[in-house]
Nanobody
Framework: QVQLVESAGGLVQAGDSLRLSCTAS????????MAWFRQAPGKEREFVSA????????YYEDSVKGRSTISRDNAKNTVYLQIDSLKPEDTAVYYC??????????????WGQGTQVTVFS
């Protein structure tokens, strides 16, 4: 059974940084691209960032580009997302996903339960 478990998000102040992690089990982690999506209240789920299985290709959505870093540790079956200079508009439920590298949610076969991140100003 595949499981993706995100770390707790939390309540953070605007301007601070946050690092999320997602640990996978039940799949050959090192063969999957990993991604982060988010869904804000009343909005559709949107792509945030993705990383190839090897870690050498990364994608970022424009609103987080330049202030976020996705990384992975295949030995720990874990993917990370750090976002710096957090903004209230980063408030959302963040989901990690495993699948084929791409921008669309349809590229990803497995999903975590999500973790709430709330940014206050």
């Amino acid at each position: 059974q595949v499981q993706l478990v995100e770390s707790a998000g939390g309540l953070v102040q605007a301007g601070d940084s946050l690092r999320l992690s997602c640990t996978a089990s039940g799949l050959r982690f090192s063969t999957y691209a990993m991604a982060w999506f988010r869904q804000a209240p009343g909005k559709e789920r949107e792509f945030v960032s993705a990383i190839a299985w090897s870690g050498d290709i990364t994608y970022y959505e424009d609103s987080v580009k330049g202030r976020s870093t996705i990384s992975r540790d295949n030995a720990k079956n874990t993917v990370y997302l750090q976002i710096d200079s957090l903004k209230p508009e980063d408030t959302a439920v963040y989901y990690c996903a495993a699948g084929k590298l791409g921008w669309g949610s349809a590229m990803y076969d497995y999903w975590g339960q999500g973790t709430q991140v709330t940014v206050f100003s």
